[in-house]
């Protein structure tokens, strides 16, 4: 592992000059800016964005130093090879699935854990470390909305994971954590889980959000980050049935009358991009998914048509 003790190294290494790492770090609240998204509760959450010059220094940040730090395999989010997928896949048909939720996660990380986990002593001079865990913090928490922030969350809860995952292990219980999900299944008590998670996430200076667990047992619609476990990883009904109704829509009616009923101002290809990912999202999860191969053809062909007809 390469270690800096000397400014001009980590310069060289990044590839940015010193002159304005220190600028920027000497005056944080100009890059950024407040962003208000929606959540699916009906609610919304503010988030930190930074400029981008901000958001290219924390992008080197992390795909230079950050992406060297280990981290636990239970973690399944913002890593190589990390999804939605691979954090269900490990929970199919077991008896039952515990799902628990981390309260305030970004807003609970200090700046002292950023600096000592994300940039040890061991590897960085002390004004070094100073330096990158101010480029990468904001105010009182980690910035939701810096590239940096995803990588940061899995080097600092690396040792909760291993702990947790040996725990788990030993009980044969699976476990994988998504972001701030957490997700358990086999045979066990619910009450002893959710017990030894909650006095673990304490030790790290967490809550856990208590009105977030959900216990499934194997009768039941088990979800795991959006994807059914019951019998095999797949997405669930209601999301393709509105998919299928969709691109019904679309080629019966037109795009631009089905877009106009639903309101949109965005145009056709915007659009149709949208209904790509989720197309094409359907067929990541089941490649043999009726209609699907169809769907995603039309939908390039008529992207294309559209592009054309642009160029003309």
Same mark, same amino acid.
């Not at 390469?2 to 990044?14: A, F, G, Q, T």
């Not at 004004?127 to 939701?144: I, K, N, T």
């Not at 699976?174 to 045979?187: H, L, P, Q, V």
């Not at 790290?204 to 216990?215: H, I, P, S, V």
């Given at each position: ?11 060289? $290494?990044?590839?940015? $000059?010193? &002159? ?15 962003? /208000? ?7 919304? *959450? ?8 901000? &958001? ?18 239970? =973690?399944?989010?913002? *890593? ?18 515990? &799902?628990? $939720? ?32 101010? @480029? ?8 939701? %909305? +810096? ?14 994971? +291993?702990?947790? %995952? ?5 009980? &044969? ?6 972001? $701030? ?32 667990? /959900? ?31 969709? @691109? ?16 949109? +101002? ?6 149709? =991009?949208?209904?790509? %990912? ?35």
């Amino acid at each position: 592992m390469i270690v800096y003790r000397e400014l001009s190294s980590l310069v060289r $290494d990044l590839g940015i $000059d010193a &002159k304005t790492l220190y600028a920027v770090s000497n005056s944080l609240e100009k890059h950024y800016h407040q962003v /208000r998204y929606p959540k699916k509760d009906g609610g919304s *959450r503010k988030l930190s964005v930074p400029d981008a010059q901000l &958001k290219m220094i924390q992008r080197r940040i992390t795909q230079v130093l950050l992406v060297h730090m280990p981290i636990s395999p239970y =973690a399944t989010a913002y *890593r190589y090879g990390g999804s939605t997928y691979r954090n269900a896949m490990p929970h199919v048909g077991q008896p039952a699935v515990l &799902k628990l $939720d981390i309260q305030h996660f970004f807003d609970s990380i200090l700046y002292t854990a950023v600096k000592e986990k994300a940039f040890p002593a061991e590897i960085y001079a002390e004004p070094l470390r100073v330096l990158l865990a101010m @480029l990468c913090y904001h105010r009182e928490s980690l910035p939701q %909305g +810096a590239p940096s922030s995803p990588a940061i969350t899995n080097i600092i809860m690396a040792g909760f994971d +291993a702990r947790l %995952g040996a725990w788990c292990a030993d009980k &044969k219980i699976r476990y994988t954590r998504y972001c $701030d999900d957490m997700t358990f299944s086999g045979s066990f008590a619910p009450e002893a889980v959710v017990d030894f998670v909650a006095d673990q996430l304490r030790c790290c200076g967490f809550l856990l959000n208590r009105k977030k667990t /959900r216990y499934i047992p194997a009768g039941y619609r088990q979800v795991v980050t959006g994807l059914v476990v019951n019998e095999k990883v797949g997405v669930p009904s209601d999301y393709l049935r509105k998919l299928r109704q969709e @691109l019904y829509y679309c080629r019966k009616y037109g795009i631009a009358s089905h877009m106009a009923h639903l309101g949109l +101002a965005e145009t056709e290809s915007r659009y149709l =991009a949208r209904l790509l %990912g989720k197309v094409n999202y359907v067929l990541q999860i089941s490649p043999g998914e009726k209609g699907m191969p169809e769907a995603r053809a039309w939908i390039l062909e008529t992207l294309a048509c559209l592009h054309r007809g642009r160029m003309g």
